[in-house]
């Protein structure tokens, strides 16, 4: 590692300019895109690399990294994880390289707690900031930004009388969409196109893309929840939504055109969307009024799979990413049945999952225990959760942000 300026100068001089971080340097930790250097043992006389692959390390510099590699040793399938202890990296290494040029993108979480709704990016050394005293219900989107640059963040809530307000995370200024509202839902594409909807108190559902500050069209009337999701740039948003006369699940691709087709025709509870980088890389999952939990991908030739049974809410998103809460376990999978589910958390009263539509991309799980703990994890499942909050009653979060 140390001889790294020698090394680059002799052979690859127009490469990018990496940074030698030293294991130990408070306020750093190794991130998604590193190379990390592991020093000689009695057992291996030549050292060892690694590229990082996932970061779970709190403010504190505590938590693990994920590890992707060669000639592990024996039984080794390429993946390591390393503990972080006050900054200190487990495992022998000696320090890491890091471009300075390239952005890691963080997760966006908010909370509510007894202050108001916070909001805030997960990434060592971060805080959260006050976004308004005044919210009963929140959600939040980000978007990632061209390689190397950052990207923006969408914040919404509705105020304890019925308000829809949404700002831009670069401006101050909160815009006024809708009153005598139920409930919301906020994306973003992935070149940072706003994509909003939500739900009236008498079963409207409208929704509007572009900006926010355009007219919402009318998307769907008599409607219980809803739900939306947004891929790529170029396809247009997944629409939603629970009838509330059938109990029916419909969907439909884009704010303006399509008809609504029905995907299941009664006994629909709840709802949950994602898209993907194609697009034929949707997914859909729905709760029904018995507790099963089924999912398919979003397709014409729709085919629901049973997952889970007990289950008293769901979350699908991502290439497909799916988590459900029953009897207050946090169970998260990748893949549709037969999926591998894992036991992420117990004593868990909310939980939410999501994951960024690029190919190769992390999962992002949330939750919220029954005493208050917020807990987020970026990163292979069954990692180690950080703590973000002690007293949160409801939150939201989105995979990709600003760094």
Not at 42 to 62: E, I, K, P
């Amino acid at each position: 590692m140390r001889d790294y300026p020698l090394y680059r100068a002799r052979y690859n001089p127009d490469g990018p300019q990496l940074v030698v971080v030293t294991n130990g340097t408070v306020g750093s930790a190794p991130q998604p895109g590193d190379v990390v250097s592991i020093g000689r043992t009695q057992y291996n006389a030549f050292g060892h690399t690694a590229v990082v692959t996932a970061n779970a390390v709190d403010a504190q510099g505590n938590g693990t990294i994920t590890l992707i590699q060669q000639n592990g040793g024996a039984g080794n399938d390429g993946w390591a994880t390393d503990a972080v202890n006050n900054w200190v990296v487990a495992g022998g290494v000696t320090g890491w390289l890091h471009n300075p040029s390239w952005t890691y993108q963080w997760p966006l979480v908010g909370f509510t707690n007894q202050s108001g709704f916070q909001a805030g990016v997960v990434a060592p050394g971060n805080g959260y900031a006050q976004v308004t005293t005044n919210a009963s219900s929140i959600a939040v989107s980000g978007y990632a930004g061209a390689t190397g640059t950052n990207g923006d963040a969408i914040s919404g809530y509705i105020d304890q009388d019925g308000n829809f307000f949404v700002q831009q995370g670069s401006s101050s200024t909160w815009y006024l969409e809708a009153q005598d509202v139920r409930s919301i839902a906020v994306a973003t594409t992935t070149s940072g196109v706003p994509v909003l909807a939500f739900l009236s108190t008498t079963g409207d559902f409208y929704a509007e893309e572009g900006s926010l500050t355009g007219p919402f069209t009318l998307e769907a009337t008599g409607a219980t929840s809803i739900a939306l999701a947004v891929g790529t740039s170029s396809d247009p948003p997944l629409l939603g939504y629970v009838q509330a006369s059938s109990g029916a699940f419909l969907v439909k691709t884009g704010v303006a055109g399509d008809d609504w087709t029905v995907v299941q025709s009664s006994g629909v509870r709840s709802i949950a969307l994602a898209q993907g980088s194609t697009p034929s890389g949707g997914l859909m999952g729905y709760l029904s009024n018995s507790g099963s939990f089924y999912a398919s991908p979003e397709t014409p030739e729709v085919q629901w799979t049973p997952e889970a049974t007990g289950v008293t809410a769901v979350g699908p998103s991502g290439v497909p990413l799916l988590g459900y809460l029953a009897g207050n376990s946090f169970y998260a999978a990748e893949g549709l049945s037969p999926a591998t589910w894992v036991d992420e958390a117990n004593g868990v009263a909310e939980m939410a999952v999501a994951s960024d539509p690029a190919p190769g991309a992390s999962p992002v799980l949330g939750y919220i225990a029954a005493g208050g703990d917020l807990q987020v994890m970026q990163g292979q499942l069954s990692g180690r959760f950080s703590l973000q909050s002690d007293d949160a009653s409801s939150f939201a979060l989105s995979s990709v942000t600003d760094s």
